[in-house]
């Protein structure tokens, strides 16, 4: 009989055998009536009333003895393996017509490339920027010197936007089976095993760069091909089909295009709009990235426990609903222990975002504070693209070229310490060691539209409050971060496709319809896994 034994408290140093004891002490039985037992979840309980910080674990057992089932301990319920959702029948798979062609190497598009080269369809992985580890050495000159090549950067090349991040593993998505696939993908391809169980698991933007080469490879060695350095420039449409595209300078044929390029490929979404691809404008949220000592946070998080060694650094999620003539504002990506990053894709644009590597261990914390932004607030700023659906490209843009300018038209970032941005005022200098050192005062009022500004004044102290040892005196601000989500999304079908265009297949966080790594991952494997299943 498989049991799922919820909530066992557990010392953070314990051992396999602590484990079986919990559970037995829980089921009320002898350790040897439990022939297996396998971790599910773990979470950090570290509240102050605590004397010491422990685990929280869920976690399944094989039980060989005999237990009243109307009558089950508290958190303990039986296992219904019949439930279990059935792996992709890969010898089930159709014979594709071409091979098919995936544009994108950052996670949607790697996992869609792996599930399609193991079916034996050898697909062709198209990326405009370069490998992981070369593309490492073109963002350090970007952050150190201001040298954009524009196809290869910090949102463009080999692991997507994600590959300079945190690497957070968190989603919405419930669709397990692929969560749990993707996460063992990773652990074969070096990532702590952790990420299995952990409630809240990351990987951080080192790891990131060793485990990339490693599903490049499992692509590679399944039939599949990648080409670097090339940029879709041309789907060809016969009677509202794909029939080949231009990369390169090549045309390639093919019958299935999946469209992997993120939130920010702008250049894809006008050519899907000079193909008619139904598009439509979508929410987003723009802000600043806030920093403040990472030690505040641990503090405000864990309290007497902060200094614990085996607890590392605290991370934080805030939210406040909308009031008093403001918006409501909410944070996204926080990084603990680590630092503010520029980005960028365009000669005249500036955005931020934040990074972490794995051990989180660098003096600050960071998170973006957002306001959400609809599309009827697009038309706020001129609309310098021709197809309507595009206008939100247009008002990220906006706030990018004068980001971009503010910092003195070199990719240096505009920062401001806290308090004097709530005052309105220009900050005459910024605290050494901050996370980003490329920085300068600039004026926030003449980069964000009026509405984000006057939220953020009025929602961050109250939100900060929550964080209670959080000293707003010590927090520095950067603009802008505009690129949570994309403006767009590419419709489609319950069959994957394009609502309009046979063979075209969005997909991911570019597309509209994912957001972070594992829901992109996840929505690229599917993907994959419905063309295969077409009939």
Request: proline share 5%; net charge neutral.
């Amino acid at each position: 009989m498989k049991l799922l034994v919820r909530q066992i408290e557990i010392a953070l140093d314990y051992n396999q055998a602590m484990v079986v004891n919990s559970v037995a002490s829980r089921l009320g039985c002898n350790t040897k009536e439990i022939r297996k037992c396998e971790i599910i979840r773990r979470s950090l309980d570290a509240r102050p009333w605590r004397n010491a910080p422990v685990y929280i674990l869920s976690v399944e057992v094989e039980y060989s003895g005999k237990l009243n089932l109307k009558r089950l301990p508290a958190n303990v319920e039986k296992v219904d393996s019949s439930l279990a959702e059935a792996d992709f029948n890969y010898s089930s798979c159709r014979k594709l017509s071409s091979r098919p062609v995936v544009v994108g190497a950052g996670p949607a598009g790697l996992m869609a490339a792996i599930v399609l080269a193991r079916a034996g369809a050898r697909p062709i992985l198209i990326e405009r920027g370069s490998k992981a580890e070369e593309r490492h050495e073109v963002v350090n000159a970007f952050w150190e010197k201001g040298l954009l090549n524009p196809e290869n950067n910090v949102l463009y090349g080999e692991g997507g936007a994600g590959l300079f991040s945190d690497g957070k593993l968190t989603a919405r998505s419930k669709d397990r089976r692929r969560i749990r696939i993707f996460f063992e993908e990773l652990v074969k391809a070096g990532a702590n095993p952790d990420i299995l169980i952990e409630a809240e698991p990351h990987l951080g933007s080192d790891a990131l760069l060793k485990i990339i080469p490693k599903l490049r490879a499992e692509i590679l060695n399944s039939g599949g091909e990648i080409r670097y350095n090339t940029a879709l420039t041309e789907i060809n449409l016969e009677n509202n089909k794909v029939v080949s595209v231009k990369a390169g300078g090549e045309l390639i044929k093919t019958d299935y295009l999946l469209l992997c390029t993120g939130h920010s490929a702008r250049d894809i979404y006008r050519t899907l709009a000079s193909i008619s691809a139904d598009l439509e404008a979508k929410p987003i949220a723009v802000g600043i990235r806030l920093e403040v000592p990472q030690k505040q946070i641990n503090k405000s998080q864990f309290r007497k426990f902060a200094d614990h060694a085996k607890i590392g650094a605290a991370s934080y999620k805030l939210t406040r609903k909308s009031e008093d003539g403001v918006r409501a504002c909410y944070t996204f990506c926080m990084c603990p222990g680590g630092q503010v990053i520029a980005c960028a894709n365009d000669e005249k644009g500036l955005t931020t975002n934040g990074m972490s590597l794995s051990r989180r261990d660098a003096k600050y914390g960071n998170a973006a504070f957002t306001v959400p932004v609809e599309p009827e607030d697009y038309s706020s700023v001129e609309n310098t693209e021709k197809y309507l659906p595009l206008a939100g490209i247009s008002f990220q843009r906006s706030i990018e070229e004068k980001a971009f300018a503010a910092g003195g038209n070199d990719f240096t970032v505009p920062a401001l310490k806290l308090k004097d941005f709530l005052k309105g005022k220009v900050s005459a200098d910024l605290p050494e060691g901050r996370s980003c050192p490329r920085s300068v005062p600039a004026d926030f009022n003449a980069i964000l539209p009026e509405f984000v500004t006057d939220t953020l004044r009025h929602q961050i102290p109250h939100m900060l409050k929550e964080l209670n040892e959080v000293n707003p005196d010590d927090a520095v601000i950067y603009a802008a971060e505009t690129r949570t989500s994309s403006p767009v999304r590419v419709l489609r079908g319950e069959d994957g496709q394009s609502t309009n265009i046979a063979g075209l297949y969005p997909v991911g966080e570019g597309a509209g319809y994912a957001g972070g790594i594992v829901s992109s991952a996840v929505d690229g494997m599917k993907t994959a896994e419905m063309l295969l299943s077409n009939n």
